[in-house]
Structures are given as structure tokens and as C-alpha cells.
């Protein structure tokens, strides 16, 4: 059974948190996700045994996956994110301070402990050498933006073919088997500009806007009501940006409108777009001076896990026997990588340490836990790998 040195794995988080990586699409300019890359491919490479590798997932942005064991198992992939959110108004965002059990600053708990984790995990295995399958490790960039990382790492799965994937976000020890999607979409209603005084010709696309957001509402009121999934509670909908009009004395000949809709899973996008135009052809029949047209954006699936699928009862299986009870199954309300690697054909879950502050100003990780995360971690990946089903 791998121990892992508690000094060496708070060090290491340090020196992680200490190399800002703020995602380069939240804060222009910002470089820290090679920086980070490159200070975790180095150290790995030390360590023989470890294939290391950095793939570039788009514009010259890094992934580092680094791969251990060549046994005739199974394979396990691991997935963690190197970027982190911007440290606005934080005080000293890189300077990690150890305080009654906990590391503080950006990224120590999204997800450099986890990262840090994934490195030690790599190390040891290596250092023990007959691993009985292969882990391969994906630290990956982008994920608090466009998650073009994971979309990279999916794009050459057959290169790695992973039996199963774990997401190593923050679940405090419990497996999340669940998270919502999301579906942006922009409804534009045209009218006619006229000047203000000429109320026989002009058609004023925000009233008919205002339509539509009358109907939007009732909908979302309707979609919390509906079933809740277990694990993500209800789907839900919201107005996000509005804008319309060109001057104060003019009837608007546009409004534009753009929403965000959380999906739950067994929902579709076709689903969405469908309940959208209903709305819209039926405030189109009512009126025939009222037009709108109706354009989906960016789709992000939600995810799903069965409650009995291997992954996830080897991992509640390992970490009863070590912690001395058995995770809980959870369901997560934001969106996760997850999604693509399970879209990908990978059976997927989410495990991982705990900590507060995520994209607030106070971040911190549980030093204790991320140690018990690690103690898991490496029975499972054992468990799972020496299995060659
Ligand atoms: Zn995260």
C-alpha cells in the first residue's frame, strides 16, 4: 500500500499555488498555464518510469499527461485542472500560507490539491514499480473558461483508451455521479423604426420582447416544478443580457435577448430549442406584426453515472475500507469535465478532496483530507487497474 508523505504533498501544493495560472480567457495576457505545465512536466520527469508528454490543446495552451505502469490491467485516467479564476481583490493570491490544517490561496482548493495529489500518486507508483495496468494522468488547461484541455484530451482518446475516468474536483470525499448541463440561446424580436411621433408605422421590438420575457418566466416557474432529478434538483431558466433600442425618440427596431437554460440529465438540446419556439410561434400567432427569431449558442451536456457502475462502488469500496464509512453518492449543481469524457464513451465520476472558496477571495485546502484523498486514490487506482475484464 502507497503512503504518501504529508510534508512533501503540502510542498507540493505550495509550489503549485505559488505559480499563478490564471485562465488566460478570464485575464488577458495572463501566461501561468505554460508556467505551470512546464514546472509539472519537469518534476515528473525526474522520476523514472513516468512518460510524460505536453499536448498542445489549442494556441500553444499546454496539457501535461503524464502516464505510469505497463501492466496488462486496466487503464485509469485521472483528470485535474492546472488553470484556476481570476484573484481579484484577494490579498496575497500566490503566497500560500499553512494555517491550522488548511493551505490558503488561489487554486488551492480548485484544484491544485488534487493536482498535487495526481503528481505524488504518479511519483509513488513509479517508485514501486509492477503496476498492474496504467493510470494516465491529464492535467489540463481551460477549465474554468471553454474547457478546450479536456475537449483535446477526448479528441485523442483512442490514443490512451481509458476503462474508466475519475474527475478530481472537490466532492469532500463523497462520489458525485451527477452534474447539470447548461444551453445558452439568443431570441432577437424585430420591429420597425420610425420616429417617435408615428405611431401608425413604427412596431416596437421591446414590447414584443417583453412578450417573450413574460413567457420565459412562466416556463421557468414551470421547469422547477417539474420532476426533480435526484442527485441536480430541477432544470431552471433565466434572462441574462438584454439590449434594444437605438434613441430616445425612436421606435426600437430590435431587442435582443440572451438566456441560459441548466439542463438536467435525460434532457436534450433539441428539448430546449423546441420549448423556445413553441413560445415564440405561438406570440407569433397570436400577432401577425410580432417576429422573432430564436438562435441556440453554446451546449454543454449534463452528466450522468449509475449508482452500481464499477467506478464508482470500487471507489466507495476502497475508501469505506480506509476512512471507515462509505461515500455519498452526490449529484453537483455547476458544470464539469466530466461531461466530455463521459461524451467521450468513458465511464466517468467525480471524486475528490475538500475546501472552501472557489472562485471567492478567501481559498483554501484541507491538508488532512487531501491526505486521505491521496490514501484513496491510490486503492483505487490499484483495485481498479489490476482488474483486465
Ligand atoms: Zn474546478
Known sequence: MIEFDKQRLTETLAELVSIPSINPDLNPGAEGERQIAEFIAGRLRET???DVELQDAGNGRPNVIATVGSGSGRTLMLNGHIDTVGVAGMAAPFDPVVEDGRLYGRGSSDMKGADAVMMLLLEEIARAGDFPG?????FVVDEEYASIGTQAVCRDIGRWKPDAALVLEGTRLDVSIAHKGFVWATITTRGHAAHGSRYQKGIDAIAHMGRVIVELEALSKELVQRPKHRYVGPPSLHASLIRGGQELSSYPEECVLEIERRTVPG?????????FQEILDRLAGEDPQFTATLEMGLVREPFEIAEDAEIVQIVRDQAAEL???TPELTGGMGWMDSALLSGAGVPTAIFGPAGEG???????SDLDILHQFA???????????????
Do not use: N
Not at 267 to 275: K, L, T, W
Open 267 to 275: 434532457e436534450s438540446d433539441d428539448q430546449v430549442h423546441a420549448e
Open 134 to 138: 496504467r493510470i494516465v494522468a491529464t
Open 358 to 364: 472557489a472562485h471567492a477571495l478567501e481559498e483554501w
Open 323 to 325: 476512512l471507515g464509512h
Open 375 to 389: 490514501t484513496v486514490l491510490a486503492a483505487t487506482s490499484y483495485a481498479f487497474c489490476s482488474d483486465s475484464r
Open 48 to 50: 523514472p518510469g513516468i
